[in-house]
């Protein structure tokens, strides 16, 4: 029995059958496409807990905001969660172009534009992060060119970088229990 | 051992790698290829390093540094007992995480791309650190010859990690014992082989006084941990000198630098020598070799109360910058160090090595190569006036 190739952890065959079936099995695209849940449950002060299939993240606030820092607070975690899907969309490109990957990191970055406006100090303006940078190094075995590319790739794929860069339409509902 | 023309030329210790061999080194790394094959490799490029240095008229040559991964990871592969370990993979051991997020964004460096050999189990010597090194550089020129290594408070305190290092050695200061074994043993037979300069590498003395009061940071070095200055400049000399005491025979040097990893000056440590001196001068060695060639050094007037106490492996280049010196403006700087030097005190090197990480080498061959031939010119027209 042949050797299953594998690149960067993941078995090649497999991820491009993976691939192809998203193309090709309309449920299989279906199954992935969503809906994504998650719920966030309260956990006192401003920590919450988001619940994601079987898994659970908890999230907390700085001590400056008087809360117990406990965990990573809300806006970061989105930083994370950009800088993540980046490096799944990497890895992913990389391997369907035979690039083995020997590091890869990426910093995340974000200032409020103002903050002003979550303190209920400010009627208008934005409280979010007008612009998240987002930079890449990594260490692998293929010219800067293809690395480049790569790196675009991975940005122009990336569900959740894509959420954050285009307008998104949060639809919002309320419920007094 | 002292050298017979005034003002010889040296380097600091390393050079810019080939893509050829690094290329290998992953390879080495990644275990496809074994150490004897790589050497083979790194072979081809130490003679060449060598041949660059002499063509250049170095008078005291140096092997590139070209079998290490950086001036002070390597040991991992010579001693027993040390784990080689990214910042990526110390990340979870760190106390101030959000502190050193900040000094990696500060350095625009990835965490990766920084290694650090950790002591996770008591540190045995087998067979030497640079012996190897040595001995090849020293088939392969008639011209004297240094030898870098790292020197024993830059290992102590790169290798001892809470939380990793502590089962081995419950307290930085017991692995120092076992460092200063290692290191004496070392240096002993570095002498016995005849290299003429052994060089320890020193350049987190630097953070001690001019970085960052994290416990934890980087200064060229994955740093695990130190206390407050005056006791880490104490420990530093006293590990200096329990690793060179009684050995005579050898020129020993020690380097301090404000950082090589960057082109990007500001990212780099500043200040003049002033706040390290009464340590350095307190070290039992011949030399103390030191960047001078930016402003980033501050002024040379520092050593008026130190005159003649020491030799000075005088920084006259910029190893991260693209532009050759002026062999009359390095001769200018020398004449000012002269008020401070008697000319038989004063050796002419770059600030730091041209590849002090292997994969981000500060300059290329050509330019590196080129820098040194303009410290040999200037020593050449010094020699004119001097000898």
Redesign the interface.
Not at chain 2, 109 to 113: S, T, Y
């Given at each position: 029995m042949a050797e299953e190739k594998t690149l960067n952890g993941l078995r090649v065959d497999k991820i491009n059958s993976i691939l192809n079936s998203m193309r090709d099995d309309k449920e299989f695209l279906k199954a992935v496409t969503g809906p994504w849940k998650s719920r966030v449950v309260w956990q006192g002060g401003f920590k919450a807990k988001a619940y994601m299939r079987k898994h659970a993240v908890e999230m907390d606030e700085p001590e400056g905001l008087d809360a117990s820092d406990s965990a990573a607070s809300a806006h970061e975690q989105l930083l994370s969660a950009v800088g993540s899907c980046l490096t799944v969309g990497y890895v992913l490109n990389a391997t369907r172009r035979g690039v083995k990957i020997h590091d890869l990191e990426i910093a995340m970055e974000g200032n409020f534009d103002n903050i002003l406006k979550w303190a209920g100090h400010a009627p208008g303006g934005n409280p979010g992060y007008p612009t998240v940078k987002a930079k890449c190094f990594v260490r692998a075995d293929a010219d800067e060119k293809v690395l480049r590319e790569i790196w675009q790739a991975a940005i122009d794929g990336s569900p959740v970088t894509q959420t954050v860069a285009r307008p998104t339409k949060i639809e919002t509902e309320f419920e007094k229990v | 051992m002292a050298h017979t023309k005034l003002f010889p030329v040296t380097v600091v210790g390393s050079w810019t790698r080939p893509d050829w061999l690094i290329h290998a080194l992953?390879r080495r790394q990644?275990g496809e290829i074994s150490a004897g094959e790589f050497d083979h490799v790194a072979d081809e490029a130490v003679l060449a390093a060598i041949k660059y240095q002499e063509d250049a008229g170095v008078d005291i040559v140096s092997d590139g540094e070209m079998r290490r991964d950086n001036f002070y990871s390597f040991v991992v592969e010579k001693l027993g007992g040390m784990r080689l370990m990214?910042l990526?993979q110390l990340l979870d051991y760190m106390k101030d995480r959000a502190g050193f997020e900040e000094i990696?964004?500060a350095l625009d460096?990835?965490?990766?791309?920084i290694k650090s050999p950790i002591a996770v189990e008591k540190v045995v010597e087998r067979d030497g650190i640079a012996l190897d090194e040595a001995r090849f550089l020293k088939e392969h020129t008639t011209r004297q010859t240094k030898v870098p290594i790292p020197g024993p408070y830059l290992l102590t305190r790169s290798s001892w990690f809470e939380g990793l290092s502590d089962k081995a050695y419950p307290t930085r200061e017991d692995l120092a014992k076992d460092v200063v074994k290692i290191l004496r043993r070392e240096v002993t037979r570095l002498k016995d082989m005849g290299v003429d300069f052994i060089q320890l590498d020193e350049p987190s003395i630097s953070q001690v006084v001019y970085g960052d009061e994290a416990e934890q940071t980087f200064m060229c070095a994955a740093l695990g941990s130190r206390t407050d200055p005056t006791h880490e400049l104490e420990f530093a000399v006293r590990l200096v000198n329990e690793t060179v005491d009684g050995i005579d025979g050898v020129k020993f040097g020690v380097h301090v630098c404000r950082g090589n990893w960057s082109r990007k000056e500001n990212v780099l440590l500043s200040g003049n020598y002033g706040p390290l001196l009464p340590w350095l001068m307190r070290m039992d060695v011949d030399q103390l070799v030191l960047e001078m060639a930016t402003p980033r050094a501050g002024e040379i007037e520092v050593f008026e109360e130190y005159r003649n106490e020491k030799e000075i492996g005088l920084g006259v280049s910029n190893p991260r910058s693209d532009d050759i010196e002026n062999p009359r403006q390095i001769v200018a700087r020398v004449k000012e160090v002269m008020k401070y030097f008697d000319p038989d005190k004063i050796y002419l090197n770059p600030d730091c090595g041209f590849g002090t990480f292997a994969?981000r080498c500060v300059n290329t061959a050509d330019v590196a190569y080129r820098k040194l031939k303009v410290i040999h010119e200037a020593a050449e027209m010094l020699r004119k006036e001097y000898e």
């Open positions: - | 992953r990644a990214k990526s990696l964004r460096v990835p965490a990766f791309a994969e």
